[in-house]
């Protein structure tokens, strides 16, 4: 890019930069490689003309959108194919550059459930052999999936799903069935118009008796007209907040036939004469929902970063207000409460990234051991992948929202590309597992956890806190390590407070589950308090032992960013460490200085950090983020595209407007 085009603020901006620019990119890649390989796939979508759009797609019809993004998807997959093979590697399928290929297209994959669950799904609940006939079509989208479970009357509470497969051993077939409205499934991305195939979770039966819900792969549309097979009735749901290309759907089977093999049999099977063989675990089947909460944290992550670019390059170009009379009005990140609203979300940004990552490899050894018939480590890995998908996907919701609110008048445009952003994160905080529920499954964690130490038995890591807290309440130290300290000791007060709650609710005579409930704020919060703890300390000692191999400005903004983070926290939640742990007023006090410095020290690196990210345009697709600031052009470009301006009078002035002013006149 040409730097004469670039604004002045922005070009003084990046001048100010005291840190190695390239190094910081390679670290949030992991590794300058990752980089090259990442910009190289980037390079490849980029230039292809046909996933531009000449009219925004803010414009088209809900139908034209659908059918944009459907031949978007097409052209987009086709080239990821390509290098995929061409690389002969998986590296395509990697999270983190499937969302950034993702979003060069503005609105959500309709594929998406094809890539990111009913492609993994076949490769963690297939048989071998099923794995053999089913992947090859999947991967080369010869067949198209999605992911059918919920349904109409329930999403989280699967076990009171509906729909039934009930086995027909004189057939070797499984029959499906809708037997209510509230059955049919409901919300599957993929699943109106474009899917021809789908996983369906079901209620299995066989020889009379109900085995719980299971996984199916259906064919619900004909390969070669795509029209709906008989006995199947599917569409779609209709326009939502976001993802209005998703393209979700909803589907009822009318005694539906499927052959026996059709089962996804890698845990559980059923033998031609019908005899059920049991899964090791019947928490096996929850297995892709648990692969998905693991990716949204670093999803969340990426999405921040989109946020917080686009804010603080705007922050950096926009003026406002005359603080001092007769001088220049500033630029408004020079407010200090606009750095209180970007900085936390640059520095939660890499938070979630560090944690997403180490949850990543914690995932994969632990499927790993799975596969091995080890399921010791699942319990710990589900109380985390329920927490941390649901903080990471809040926290990110509220993050992307400051920032909107952060760019004044300008981010309410569609064209700041903020609506999408939100409308996408938004929609994370409930799928894959509400917000609430899912804390609810970490409690469960947290007070069995507790009552192991109180008993004195050996703790998992992630808990071990608790056994110290039981003792003394820790003395307050005004150091990262202190903070850390300072957080594991709210969420082991509060876990010990909501299974003391459960305890005396249990004891004035409620049965276990009207205590659970009567309890369950109490239980959300200990979750929360947990979940905070983890990160923060996975954030600042991840920073500190990268740090050691880093240039010192690099290590340097890092450690600010992640003391920035523990601050942040430490302040918003004063009040828990008052009640649970040693910090004074005047600790606080030091903390709130310390603080203003750390904003006053991010200062002149915002714009570099967040030029580090390094989001192109393309994939910010924002008027007021892109890299050359030239944010007021945009915006009139851009606004210059709404079709009411091709004329220069609107026919609604004949046709209403001028009969009614006469009329009025009358
Ligand atoms: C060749 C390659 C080419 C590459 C080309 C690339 C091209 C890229 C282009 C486009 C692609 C686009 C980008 C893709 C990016 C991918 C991102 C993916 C995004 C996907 C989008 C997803 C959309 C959303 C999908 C969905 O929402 S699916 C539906 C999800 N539904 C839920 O989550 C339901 C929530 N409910 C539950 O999970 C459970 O019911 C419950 C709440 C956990 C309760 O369950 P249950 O009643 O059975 O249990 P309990 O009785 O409460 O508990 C019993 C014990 O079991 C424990 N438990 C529960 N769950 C689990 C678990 N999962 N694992 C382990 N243990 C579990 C529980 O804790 C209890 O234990 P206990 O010891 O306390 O008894
Ligand atoms: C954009 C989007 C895409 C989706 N894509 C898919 C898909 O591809 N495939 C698919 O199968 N599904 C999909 N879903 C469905 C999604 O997984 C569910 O909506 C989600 O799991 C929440 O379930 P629910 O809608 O039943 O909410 P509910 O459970 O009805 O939640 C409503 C309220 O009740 C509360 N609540 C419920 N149970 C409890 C409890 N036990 N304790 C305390 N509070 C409780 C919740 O906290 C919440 O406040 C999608 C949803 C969205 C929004």
Request: glycine share 6%; with cysteine; hydrophobic share 40%.
């Amino acid at each position: 890019m040409s730097e004469a085009k670039v604004n002045g603020d922005l070009l003084r901006e990046r001048e100010k930069c005291n840190f190695d620019l390239k190094e910081l990119t390679h670290f949030i890649d992991g590794g300058e490689e990752a980089t090259r390989n990442r910009r190289e796939v980037e390079e490849m979508v980029i230039h292809v003309k046909e996933i531009q759009d000449e009219v925004p797609e803010e414009y088209l019809s809900h139908k034209e959108q659908y059918e944009n993004a459907v031949r978007k998807a097409c052209v987009l997959i086709d080239i990821l194919k390509e290098h995929a093979l061409r690389h002969s590697s998986f590296d395509a399928y990697k999270p983190t550059n499937m969302y950034r290929v993702q979003s060069m297209v503005k609105q959500v994959s309709p594929f998406i459930l094809h890539m990111g669950m009913f492609v993994p799904t076949i490769f963690g609940q297939a048989s071998a052999d099923q794995q053999a006939e089913w992947l090859p079509k999947a991967l080369s989208l010869q067949i198209i999936g999605t992911y059918a479970q919920t349904e109409l009357g329930h999403g989280t509470f699967l076990r009171g799903l509906e729909t039934t497969a009930t086995y027909d051993p004189t057939t070797e077939e499984f029959v499906l069935h809708s037997p209510t409205l509230t059955s049919y499934k409901w919300w599957p991305g993929g699943l109106g118009h474009t899917a021809n195939h789908c996983i369906v979770v079901a209620q299995l039966y066989s020889k009379g008796v109900c085995h719980g819900i299971h996984p199916f792969l259906v064919q619900i549309r004909d390969s070669e007209t795509h029209m709906p097979k008989p006995g199947i009735k599917v569409g779609e749901i209709g326009p939502k907040l976001g993802f209005q290309t998703a393209n979700n759907g909803f589907l009822g089977f009318d005694h539906f036939r499927i052959p026996r093999q059709n089962m996804f049999m890698k845990n559980a099977q059923v033998l031609k004469d019908g005899t059920y063989v049991k899964s090791k675990s019947t928490k096996l089947t929850y297995g892709t929902m648990m692969l998905i909460r693991v990716m949204i944290v670093s999803d969340a992550a990426y999405e921040i970063s989109r946020a917080v670019t686009i804010a603080t390059r705007y922050s950096a170009v926009r003026h406002q207000s005359q603080p001092k009379p007769g001088q220049p009005e500033p630029q408004i990140l020079d407010y200090v409460t606009q750095q209180h609203k970007l900085f936390i979300g640059i520095a939660t940004s890499h938070a979630l990234r560090i944690t997403g990552s180490w949850l990543w490899e914690t995932y994969s050894k632990v499927t790993h051991d799975l596969d091995a018939g080890k399921l010791d480590q699942l319990p710990e890995l589900h109380a985390l992948a329920c927490c941390l998908k649901a903080i990471s996907s809040r926290d990110a919701s509220a993050i992307v929202e400051q920032c909107r609110l952060a760019c004044g008048g300008h981010g309410y445009m569609a064209s700041s590309n903020f609506p999408t952003i939100y409308g996408s994160i938004t929609a994370t905080v409930t799928y894959e597992g509400e917000f609430t529920v899912l804390l609810l499954q970490t409690a469960r964690y947290l007070l069995k956890a507790w009552k192991s130490a109180l008993e004195g038995k050996v703790m998992t890591p992630t808990v071990a806190f608790m056994v110290n807290y039981q003792k003394t309440k820790p003395l307050w130290k005004n150091t990262p390590e202190g903070i850390i300290s300072g957080f594991k000791a709210v969420a082991a007060g509060k876990s010990k407070e909501a299974y003391d709650a459960v305890i005396s609710y249990e004891n004035n005579g409620k049965d276990y589950e009207d205590a659970w409930n009567l309890a369950s704020v109490q239980l959300v919060n200990a979750s929360e308090a947990y979940c905070r703890a983890i990160i923060c300390e996975m954030f600042w000692s991840e920073v500190q032992r990268h740090s050691v191999t880093m240039s010192r400005n690099v290590a340097a903004v890092l450690q600010q960013l992640a003391e920035l983070y523990l601050i942040y926290w430490t302040l918003e939640k004063s009040g828990d460490l008052f009640e649970y742990s040693c910090v004074s007023k005047e600790d606080l006090a030091v903390l709130r200085r310390r603080y203003g410095e750390l904003l006053a020290l991010i200062r002149p690196n915002a714009v570099a950090l967040v030029d580090a990210f390094d989001l192109r345009d393309e994939i910010l697709q924002s008027t007021l983020g892109s890299y050359d600031g030239r944010v007021y052009e945009r915006l009139m470009e851009e606004a210059l595209k709404s079709p009411l301006n091709k004329e220069p009078v609107n026919q609604s002035f004949h046709k209403y407007l001028k009969p009614f002013m006469q009329k009025s006149k009358l």
